[in-house]
């Protein structure tokens, strides 16, 4: 892992398309899986269309493990000799062939034999638990079925860079963790590989990603990695997705445990083990704010002492206010959107020591493809 | 569209009136058609399409209309490819060219053939000097045909390439396949329905042409008196035969558009 292997091997790639507008620079050390997020038209599929070498760069250069495969002036390298398996949105599994003919289609193209290319299918329909599919036909499968099946496809393929082009936005909300799972597993088990992940998904990034790139109106406008982007974000795109409360640790039986031993509770992702390197998001709205130990049982109640307020919404009458907070002991922080009307009536400021209550259910437990700082 | 038009009362209503014309339009087809059935003399009918003639024309007609859909097949595959996949300069201009034929009177295209390969014509010296004889032979049968039958291929294929998109070309060369291997592997495959129903009509275009052959190849029984060239013939001495044999070609048709409008039914699934 990291620079330490050579500054030749990865991605080193300065992207320019001026008819695009896009001109970002991406780096990509071996086994690292970079996220790029954005908001629509902000050049992400651009980003992946001159990776993948379906479109021409007007200037830059692309290297890929010291091998320029474009450089703004020679012809760049076709496609099929780039190393760059692409997965999409739709699984585009060839409808004419079986499942299993599908992911031995990139070792044929290799110039496997019929028989080594179909052991290399059997075996990495297997990984993605897709074994029992292989001889059928592609309109047979369900569409998680489908997008693991081209997970299976990318991989055969044995690509230097897999280029992942929101593989789960398509699926339906039963089959995205499956996929996810399996993403995760190609990507972070033993085996790292390196990729490009273009998302509009937060929890995407925070479980597939190493670093994360915010792309706005074709330029890099945050770099680095996952937690750090979405704990101080710069960016208004990356402030927007980090609109969240979002809390690192590590998994526990009932929801997380911070660094700072703060423990939550919250309903746990099924492919999140205690153990794992996990965070915790939850909606600021559902944080409440009390000036005094509101007792009872609820799980999750914290000692905090008030940073500071933003008025979120000054002109409407049902102003929100945000407030953002630092538990004790652990120094975490934590946001709560709480109305102006009660900012008054609990008089707020500053310094104001305050008891944060969130519902369990409120909590959401993820695993992230980032060991936990 | 089957389910929609059952459905009935969904969508806006068709006003009334609409219905008038479009009766019109399907009796000015099948009155023609029944008209025809009714003339055929069913007692003789066996033996008129089996006379000498009548089998040599048949056999000409299937012999020449298969070759031309071949030769069709040939070059109008990669057009299509070109005119749907590649980003030549005066691709319209070249598209034009290739439709010409669809709105060309079949007699003019015969003419200008004729005008290229025939004795007189641009390359007919040189294809004499070479010892080769284009027209008034089959061969001049199968030109004539490719000629006016090419773009129904083209159109039809280049309309499933544009159908099918780029997405599933740009996974396979993303998993190493050579451009050869996109096109046999994934391309073609993928629009084999609409290359079977082009390729379809294609072969109905050449069976039913008349006056290309006529001009560019005449009339020669057994050589390039194809079966609409019988049947044109056969009016002037046996109407009978001509019925007969005409019954054929309507046959022939029924079942092409049978076949083409069941694949494409089976394409859109």
Not at chain 1, 238 to 244: E, F, H, K, Q, S
Not at chain 1, 289 to 311: F, I, Q, Y
Not at chain 1, 335 to 352: F, I, Q, R
Not at chain 2, 72 to 101: D, E, K, Q, T
Request: hydrophobic share 50%.
């Amino acid at each position: 892992m990291g620079p330490a292997d050579g500054p030749a091997d990865g991605l080193v790639a300065e992207l320019r398309h001026a008819p695009r507008d896009l001109a970002a620079d991406l780096r990509l050390a071996p086994g690292e899986v970079l996220a790029v997020l954005g908001p629509n038209g902000a050049g992400k599929s651009t980003v992946l269309s001159l990776l993948a070498g379906l479109l021409s760069p007007t200037g830059g250069r692309i290297v890929l493990d010291g091998e320029v495969l474009a450089d703004g002036r020679h012809r760049p390298t076709p496609p099929h000799r780039r190393g760059t398996a692409l997965l999409a949105q739709q699984p585009l599994l060839f409808p004419h062939l079986r499942v299993e003919a599908n992911v031995a289609f990139g070792p044929r193209s290799a110039g496997a034999s019929r028989r080594d290319a179909r052991a290399a299918a059997r075996h990495w329909l297997d990984v993605v638990g897709a074994a029992d599919l292989a001889r059928r036909r592609p309109h047979e499968v369900s569409g998680g079925q489908a997008q693991r099946i081209a997970v299976a496809r990318a991989l055969a393929a044995d690509p230097r860079l897999l280029l992942l082009d929101e593989p789960l936005a398509a699926l339906d909300v039963g089959a995205a963790p499956e996929v996810r799972r399996v993403l995760r597993q190609v990507l972070r088990g033993e085996q790292r590989r390196s990729a490009v992940l273009v998302t509009h998904d937060l929890l995407d990034a925070l479980a597939l990603a190493d670093r994360v790139v915010v792309l706005d109106g074709g330029r890099v406008v945050e770099e680095g990695p996952v937690a750090d982007v979405l704990a101080s974000p710069r960016s208004a795109f990356g402030a927007r997705i980090a609109g969240l409360d979002l809390l690192a640790g590590t998994a526990t039986a009932d929801g997380l445990r911070t660094a700072g031993g703060t423990a939550l509770a919250g309903l746990r992702d099924p492919d999140c083990a205690p153990g794992d390197a996990a965070v915790a998001t939850f909606s600021p709205a559902a944080v409440a704010v009390h000036r005094d130990d509101p007792g009872g049982s609820p799980r999750n109640r914290w000692a905090a002492v008030v940073e500071d307020l933003t008025s979120r919404e000054p002109a409407s009458r049902g102003a929100l206010v945000r407030v953002r907070a630092r538990l004790l002991p652990g120094g975490e922080e934590v946001l709560a959107d709480v109305t102006a009307s009660s900012v008054a009536d609990l008089d707020l400021v500053a310094g104001s020591p305050v008891h944060l209550v969130v519902k369990a259910t409120a909590v959401a437990v993820h695993a992230v493809g980032r060991t936990s700082p | 569209m089957r389910a929609a038009r059952a459905a009935g009362g969904e969508g806006s209503a068709l006003p009334r009136w609409v219905f008038v014309p479009a009766a019109l339009g399907v009796l000015l087809v099948a009155v023609p058609l029944a008209a025809i059935v009714a003339r055929v003399d069913w007692v003789r009918f066996p033996a008129l399409v089996t006379s000498a003639s009548s089998v040599a024309a048949l056999r000409l007609s299937l012999r020449t209309a298969g070759a031309s859909t071949a030769c069709c097949i040939v070059v109008g595959v990669p057009l299509a490819l070109v005119l749907a996949r590649s980003a030549l300069p005066g691709l319209r201009v070249l598209r034009a060219v290739v439709l010409l034929p669809l709105v060309l009177p079949p007699v003019v295209g015969g003419l200008a053939l004729l005008y290229a390969v025939g004795r007189q014509g641009l390359f007919g010296p040189a294809l004499e000097a070479a010892g080769i004889r284009v027209a008034f032979t089959t061969a001049s049968v199968v030109l004539a045909q490719t000629f006016v039958s090419l773009p129904f291929l083209v159109v039809s294929l280049e309309g499933a390439l544009r159908t099918a998109g780029r997405r599933y070309e740009a996974v396979a060369a993303s998993l190493g396949a050579a451009p050869s291997r996109v096109l046999l592997r994934v391309t073609l495959p993928l629009v084999l329905p609409g290359l079977v129903s082009g390729a379809v009509l294609a072969f109905a275009r050449s069976l039913g042409e008349f006056g290309a052959t006529l001009t560019v190849a005449g009339s020669l029984q057994g050589t390039t008196r194809t079966l609409p060239l019988e049947i044109y013939l056969q009016r002037e001495t046996d109407p009978d035969a001509a019925v007969a044999l005409a019954l054929v070609l309507v046959v022939v048709a029924a079942v092409v558009v049978v076949a083409v409008h069941g694949r494409r039914g089976a394409g859109a699934r």
